[in-house]
């Protein structure tokens, strides 16, 4: 089966990923309804899923509209975020599997940016896409992490932990288009490291030239997100409480 994974840039910085097989789509994190809602009728997909990291509303708001149009789709999310994103018909939990266009799907609980968040994982790697994915949401993003808005940092360094033994080649694709930003800042706390640099004026071209920096690849965080790199929870707190105050020259 033909699979592919496609971008929706909406709002300020969000990214709706929808994840294609033939004529059927699974929509990731839609934060409103109609960008998506023409895209997938452009193309007569039908809707079968929406992924549901967690339950902020730039994430969670275009569901309800989605399933006006598809109300047969199944919406996975947290079994501990029932209350929040009430209108979930699959609840999962960290270490629970299910099946979508004939991959299995891995749970994983990455509590941290909230209290309920999880990412999706795909291991098995599709003939067309020939990488595992991971859609993580806000716990993960190119450069950095999420917010602890409801978690602390040794959730998060657990978070990190637990991407990080996630295969070199997996695909992240994280719901915020953040990585300019975060390479910027990483690069005034690592002045000297040229990994960092290196992927710092990649992805200012890229996005001069309108591009996304998204996907990237767990190998290429393991390698420039100083989060992922942070060998202990105090490093990492200390590296999150930075970045909160910290304001682009």
């Known amino acids: 089966m033909q699979t592919s994974v496609h971008a929706l840039p909406v709002l300020q910085d969000n990214v709706i990923w929808v994840w294609v097989c033939n004529q059927e789509a699974v929509v990731v994190d839609p934060a409103i309804a109609p960008p998506v809602e023409r895209w997938l009728q452009d193309r007569q997909l039908n809707l079968i899923a929406i992924l549901q990291t967690h339950h902020h509303a730039d994430h969670i708001g ?99 932990q637990i ?43 890229r996005r001069s030239q309108g591009e996304l920096s998204l996907p990237s690849s767990i190998a290429v965080e393991r390698l420039t997100n100083l989060f992922m790199r942070a060998e202990s929870v105090e490093e990492l707190a200390a590296l999150r409480h930075h970045k909160d105050h910290w304001r682009a020259s």
Request: with cysteine.
């Open 163 to 205: 991407f990080s033994s996630l295969p070199d080649e997996t695909h992240v694709f994280c719901a915020h288009e953040y990585t300019e930003g975060n390479l910027r800042w990483a690069l005034e706390q690592r002045p000297t490291d040229s990994a960092i640099e290196q992927r710092y004026r990649e992805v200012q071209l």
């Open 62 to 160: 275009g569901t309800p509209d989605l399933l006006k149009v598809w109300p047969a789709a199944e919406v996975v999310a947290a079994r501990a975020d029932r209350t929040r994103i009430p209108f979930q018909t699959m609840s999962v939990k960290d270490g629970d599997r299910f099946g979508l266009f004939g991959k299995t799907v891995q749970v994983f609980d990455v509590a941290a940016h909230t209290a309920a968040h999880i990412a999706f994982f795909i291991p098995e790697a599709s003939a067309s896409l020939c990488r595992p994915l991971l859609f993580c949401g806000d716990t993960l993003f190119s450069a950095g992490c999420g917010r602890l808005f409801e978690g602390t940092p040794a959730q998060m360094h657990r978070a990190m």
